[in-house]
Antibody, heavy 117, light 111 residues
Framework: QVQLQESGPGLVKPSETLSLTCIVS????????WTWIRQPPGKGLECMGN???????NYNPSLKSRVTMSVDTSKNQFSLKLTSVTAADTAVYYC???????????WGQGTLVTVSS | QSVLTQPPSVSGAPGQRVTISCTGS?????????VHWYQQLPGTAPKLLIY???NRPSGVPDRFSGSKSGTSASLAITGLQADDEADYYC???????????FGGGTKLTVL
């Protein structure tokens, strides 16, 4: 059974770069697409973008200038970088496996990242 | 402002039936993209509830069902139970945005 686990700093200063990694266990990363979804406190879900095991990416247009995703098939993990963060980027960040049919399953447990000085 | 529109809240008594609507447009649901539903229990990650408009993953009770028509979709929950209290999100693909989109979420309260 595939499991995903996010890791990274829980606190990032404004204007700095948020970096998270998602380790995939119980299955190979070398198929499907892999997605980052975030949820600000008390708000809804936002798809930030996805990366295929080949390295091809699709980013949310609203974040495109600040987002970079990468994949390391040798470590079975993928990563997110978000630059120039502000308080509006405070959210729980989930890494998720995207299915060919367009749905997301499974989800990581999520990690709260707070942007504050 | 979410691309897919859901009611902010719905409620029902134990044993009753409730429905949650998800309204889109001609660039997402109306463009024949599938609708998927997720359940988010308090303090936990969302969990896939319905995929491909009406399919239940293994382990999801048949009290949960989904449907789609035109530019809208619905999630129905029958035989409401206390542990159904959660936030529910619909999700689809939007070809004008070239990305996956979610509804704003609906909070279900079991009275």
């Amino acid at each position: 059974q595939v499991q995903l686990q996010e890791s990274g700093p829980g606190l990032v200063k404004p204007s700095e770069t948020l970096s998270l990694t998602c380790i995939v266990s119980g299955g190979s990363i070398s198929s499907y697409h892999w997605t980052w979804i975030r949820q600000p406190p008390g708000k809804g879900l936002e798809c930030m973008g996805n990366i295929y095991y080949s390295g091809n990416t699709n980013y949310n247009p609203s974040l495109k200038s600040r987002v970079t995703m990468s994949v390391d098939t040798s470590k079975n993990q993928f990563s997110l970088k978000l630059t120039s963060v502000t308080a509006a980027d405070t959210a729980v960040y989930y890494c998720v496996r995207g299915q060919r049919e367009g749905y997301f399953d499974p989800w990581g447990q999520g990690t709260l990242v707070t942007v504050s000085s | 402002q979410s691309v897919l529109t859901q009611p902010p809240s719905v409620s029902g008594a134990p044993g009753q039936r409730v429905t949650i609507s998800c309204t889109g447009s001609s660039s997402n649901i109306g463009a024949d993209f599938d609708v998927h539903w997720y359940q988010q229990l308090p303090g936990t990650a969302p969990k896939l509830l319905i995929y491909g408009n009406s399919n239940r993953p293994s382990g999801v009770p048949d009290r949960f069902s989904g449907s789609k028509s035109g530019t809208s979709a619905s999630l129905a929950i029958t035989g409401l139970q206390a542990d159904d209290e959660a936030d529910y999100y619909c999700q689809s693909y939007d070809n004008s945005l070239s990305g996956w989109v979610f509804g704003g979420g609906t909070k279900l309260t079991v009275l």
